[in-house]
């Protein structure tokens, strides 16, 4: 059974940082590229991007492009997402699955609120 957990969320100002971090289970997570997703209220769950097993990251939103990367460790099998000059519409619930095949199976997520 496919299991993700995401954490790390938090409040923070505009212009602050943060690192969300994602954990695995119930498949073979090195094997598998996976990415940070996130859905704001009232808006469909988007890719923001993918790391891959061999380490190379693209991401797929241009609102996130050049604040946002991921990395991963394969030695405890997590997903980073490192979090630069947040803006307030950053605000979302955001989550980890694989990145070109989604399980049916979704974590809870990680809540981000950029305030000031």
């Known amino acids: 059974q496919v299991q993700l957990v995401e954490s790390g969320g938090g409040v923070v100002q505009p212009g602050g940082s943060l690192k969300l971090s994602c954990t695995g289970s119930?498949?073979?997570?090195?094997?598998?590229?996976m990415g940070w997703y996130r859905q704001a209220p009232g808006k469909q769950r988007e890719l923001l991007g993918l790391r891959t097993p061999g380490g190379t990251t693209t991401i797929s939103s241009a609102s996130v492009r050049g604040r946002f990367t991921l990395s991963r460790d394969r030695a405890t099998k997590t997903l980073y997402l490192h979090m630069t000059d947040l803006k307030p519409e950053d605000t979302a619930v955001y989550f980890c699955?694989?990145?070109?095949?989604?399980?049916?199976?979704w974590g809870q997520g990680t809540q981000v609120t950029v305030s000031s």
């Open positions: 699955n694989e990145a070109t095949i989604p399980f049916d199976s």
């Open positions: 119930g498949f073979v997570f090195n094997d598998k590229a």
